[in-house]
């Protein structure tokens, strides 16, 4: 049952990411610096090109392209990732994707929580990437115990949160009253504590078997690690981050600069070291430090078939073959041309994407396919004769090798480490309490139903 005077789960979510950006410029405030270069790089991409303009102002809008797109966050238990999912239900965020980053040397997997229609991403895109810890790929069973049992005591979601997830369950939504306080919090489970709740001797043994272990273990809740707004120009931003006193990672993740953007770009700057207490004895506090938090940017292009992501993945596999770039930046140059040489191999232009198969579109009439009235015709004939038109689809997702970049820059340059590649999706969605939807059949779902949709009509007309 829903009841017209529920919040809509986009509006819940919009106010969410909204309060949780302002959280975090305040807590972070090298990101506010981060915010406002790109919101002016954006203005300056805009008024270079005037045709951007008027594309983005009809499929997004405009005064919201410098808002986040995403954010992080790492969990340490099943229990957490199961409450995590039925709160962002709340949001019209669903888990959609698997992410194994063991092979990466980084011991968590992970989903993408997120909306998932056309309308409700417009609405709001705000999604949040989110990782279990893998306890079972910590080799020092005694470590492994003693963070089990660090976690087991901790309680990541206050009792109202927990109360009004309830609530909209049964009733089936919120009131305004409800939905406000609800924003409020569960804004806390995301807060920065700089107060540990382990010693400086656990932090530590924590912290020699992976720095990503310690960043779960020692504090009180998730808190968020980045936040991720939209850039029109990644590649200034990123040479302008240093400009403005915020240390760039060495790299941008993803495909090379393109005219026909594929996936995802990504790059970030480097997590700030934070002063943190420990737990001493008898209520005593011991100063310390901890490294987790930082910003990120983002530009989206085209989602690629199965064929157009395993010629991606090659291609990204040969370019590091040639050069394996140093997390120092030593040669981020050489990488950068490497990247650009090798994804030649990959056709730069939209039609011939398509006709490789390579990525997915979405189909609809052309002005003058709507006026058509006598016209029985395939596919190919009817786009040569500007009678249907294609558009590329967004890919909303996340992609493995960049996600482990972004944690591996953030985690400090030694963070690599060597686990044994196993990918576990049954233990992860049984954890989850639920399945993770296909984001490849989501996205050819989209395509089938404008082509079925625009065949309909160019032939109901013909009949
Ligand atoms: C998540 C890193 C992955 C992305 O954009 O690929 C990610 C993390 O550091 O917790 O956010
Ligand atoms: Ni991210």
């Known amino acids: 049952m829903t009841n017209a005077s529920f919040v809509k789960a986009d509006t819940i979510r919009s106010d969410f990411s909204a309060a949780m950006s302002a959280m975090y410029r305040n807590e972070v405030p090298a990101y506010g610096t981060l915010m406002s270069l790109v919101a002016r790089v954006n203005d300056e991409a805009l008024a270079a090109d005037p045709l951007l303009k008027t594309r983005l102002e009809a499929t997004d809008s405009l005064s919201r392209i410098s808002e986040e797109r995403h954010g992080a966050i790492r969990l340490g238990t099943p229990q957490e990732l199961a409450m995590m999912r039925r709160v962002f239900a709340v949001m019209g965020m669903h888990p959609v994707g698997y992410y194994d980053l063991s092979t990466a040397g980084v011991p968590v997997h992970s989903t993408a929580f997120r909306p998932v229609g ?69 804004l806390e489970t995301f807060r920065w504590h700089d107060r540990a709740i382990v010693s400086a001797g656990m932090y530590r043994r924590l912290h020699d078997a992976h720095r990503l272990i310690a960043d779960v273990v020692s504090f009180k809740g998730p808190h968020i690690n980045h936040l991720t707004p939209r850039t029109l120009d990644i590649d200034k931003v990123q040479a302008l981050m240093p400009d403005e006193g915020i240390a760039p990672k060495a790299i941008v993740e993803g495909p090379p600069t393109r005219k026909c953007p594929i996936l995802l770009r990504q790059t970030s700057f480097k997590a700030l070291e934070e002063a943190v207490s420990f737990a ?59 990247l650009t040489d090798v994804f030649h191999a990959f056709p730069d232009d939209w039609n011939g994407i398509r006709k490789a198969g390579l990525g997915y579109f979405s189909y609809s009439l052309t002005e003058k396919g709507k006026a ?32 482990a970049g972004i944690f591996q820059s953030n985690l400090g340059d030694d963070a690599a480490q060597e686990f044994i590649a196993s990918p576990n999706q049954v233990m992860f969605e049984r954890d989850l309490g639920a399945s993770v939807l296909d984001e490849f059949a989501h996205y050819a779902g989209i395509e089938r139903a404008s082509l079925t949709m625009s065949m309909a009509v160019l032939n109901t007309a013909a009949a």
């Open 280 to 338: 001493g004895e008898q209520g005593t506090w011991q100063a310390g430090s901890h490294t987790a938090r930082f910003g990120e940017i983002e530009q989206r292009g085209i989602a690629l078939t199965p064929k157009g992501r395993a010629l991606y993945d090659k291609l990204l596999n040969d370019s590091r073959a040639r050069v394996r770039p140093a997390a120092d930046g030593s040669n981020a140059g050489e990488y950068e041309a490497a």
């Open 118 to 186: 056309e309308e409700s991403l417009k609405r709001n895109p705000f999604r949040v990437f989110t990782s279990l810890l893998r306890l079972d790929l910590i080799a020092d069973e005694a470590l492994r115990k003693e963070a089990a049992e660090v976690l087991s005591t901790r309680k990541i979601f206050t009792d109202e949160a927990v109360r009004l997830v309830d609530k909209a369950e049964r009733d089936g939504g919120l009131d305004a009253s409800d939905a406000a306080q609800f924003v409020r919090e569960v």
């Open 372 to 403: 058509v009235s006598n016209r029985r015709a395939d596919l190919e004939t009817a786009i040569e004769d500007g009678v249907i038109q294609f558009d590329p689809i967004v890919y909303e997702d996340f992609l493995p090798v960049s996600a």
